[in-house]
């Protein structure tokens, strides 16, 4: 158990030192925060009112699709699987620490947006925080087991950015946080239910009881698990 704490923090002090994650878990989505939010409540009045779940939709999409997979293939596909085989560590331990690491990392990145868009735009925050984020752990959760699929199934790292886009923007314009999903044609309503983004939003703007149904996120977390497993073998 000591040997895993230490790997954790060890892996989240090489994602803060990691400039992929800095830029997809903080920067960006902190900027876009900040400029977005500033527009969006100017032009479009009430917008306060969902403002702190739509940018935290927008930054932990942004932070699992575009900073996890890279990471994941440098691992996989590079000298520290060939270090996990020496020291006869399995080799599923970095997809654990990567996701474990990149958790504490958007949590945190999800927290700066809950503390101060209250003050800076004014932002409503939720009725229920707690419960609020339950779902933003589920929510997490199911969007880093779709990135590590990706993470996993990409061998060439300079692959991994454009795959993981071509994942991340459906995920964004599908989800309702731009616009109403209901604004949406039926196909593309449906296709926007096979991403976390569209089933975090709904949850987190919902806000209520009724609101943790944990289903959704429960059965795109197994199916990617299911896919992750044995990208896994043939990686060992």
């Known amino acids: 158990m000591r040997a895993f704490t230490y ?3 060890l892996q989240f002090k090489l994602d803060i030192r990691s400039r992929t994650m800095l830029i997809s878990c903080y920067i960006v989505p902190l900027v876009f925060y900040l400029i977005v939010s500033g527009v969006f409540t100017s032009v479009m009045p009430g917008y306060e009112e969902g403002l702190i779940e739509s940018m935290t939709v927008f930054g932990v999409t942004m932070g699992t699709l575009i900073g996890l997979p890279p990471s994941l293939v ?18 599923w331990t970095g997809l654990v620490l990567t996701n474990i690491s990149a958790f504490l990392h958007l949590l945190i990145m999800s927290l700066i947006i809950f503390f101060t868009a209250p003050y800076i735009f004014g932002a409503t925050p939720p009725e229920h925080p707690p419960l609020y984020f339950a ?3 589920l929510f997490i959760i199911a969007s880093q087991a779709v990135s590590s699929v990706i993470g996993l199934a ?6 991994a950015p454009a795959v993981s886009i071509v994942v991340f923007l459906p995920s964004i314009m599908l989800s309702g946080i731009m616009f109403p999903a209901s604004l949406l044609p039926s196909p593309l309503r449906l296709v926007g239910r096979l991403f976390p983004a569209y089933w ?9 009881a009724s609101a943790l149904t944990p289903l959704p996120f429960l059965l795109i977390a197994i199916a990617a698990a299911a896919l992750c497993i044995p990208l896994v073998k043939k990686r060992t």
Do not use: F
């Open 200 to 208: 975090g939003y709904e949850a987190l703007i919902a806000d209520s």
């Open 135 to 137: 779902i933003l752990a």
């Open 154 to 159: 990409v061998r060439d790292q300079s692959k």
């Open 7 to 9: 790997g954790t923090l």
């Open 74 to 91: 440098e691992i996989y596909g590079g000298d520290i699987k060939r270090i996990y085989r020496a020291n006869n560590i399995p080799v």
